[in-house]
Nanobody, 121 residues
Framework: QVQLVESGGGLVQAGGSLRLSCVASGIIFSIPAMGWYRQAPGKQRELVAHITSGGVTNYADSVKGRFTISRDNAKNTVYLQMNSLKPEDTAVYYC???????????????WGQGTQVTVSS
């Protein structure tokens, strides 16, 4: 069984920084892609950043230049470095991964439980 466990959320003042981590564990053959999404109260979940196993990244316009996604393939871990945080970044941040559990199995999407990020003004 595959699990994603996030850590690193918390309360920070505007202009501050946080680093989120997400570790995938279980029976894993490969992880083609990993990413971070967020959901603010009353809003839909949105993509924040995405990274492939080859290191190709994609960011939401609202976080470009402030957030950096990276991954350690050997540790099945993805990180999100968040700098220059703004109150509008306040949300629950979710880790997502496309994981292949066997050589002949198709990739399946998995989600973490979410970690709260609160940015005070």
């Amino acid at each position: 069984q595959v699990q994603l466990v996030e850590s690193g959320g918390g309360l920070v003042q505007a202009g501050g920084s946080l680093r989120l981590s997400c570790v995938a564990s279980g029976i894993i053959f490969s992880i083609p892609a990993m990413g971070w999404y967020r959901q603010a109260p009353g809003k839909q979940r949105e993509l924040v950043a995405h990274i492939t196993s080859g290191g190709v990244t994609n960011y939401a316009d609202s976080v470009k230049g402030r957030f950096t996604i990276s991954r350690d393939n050997a540790k099945n871990t993805v990180y999100l470095q968040m700098n220059s945080l703004k109150p509008e970044d306040t949300a629950v941040y979710y880790c997502n991964a496309e994981i292949i559990v066997g050589l002949t199995r198709p990739p399946k999407s998995y989600w973490g439980q979410g970690t709260q990020v609160t940015v005070s003004s």
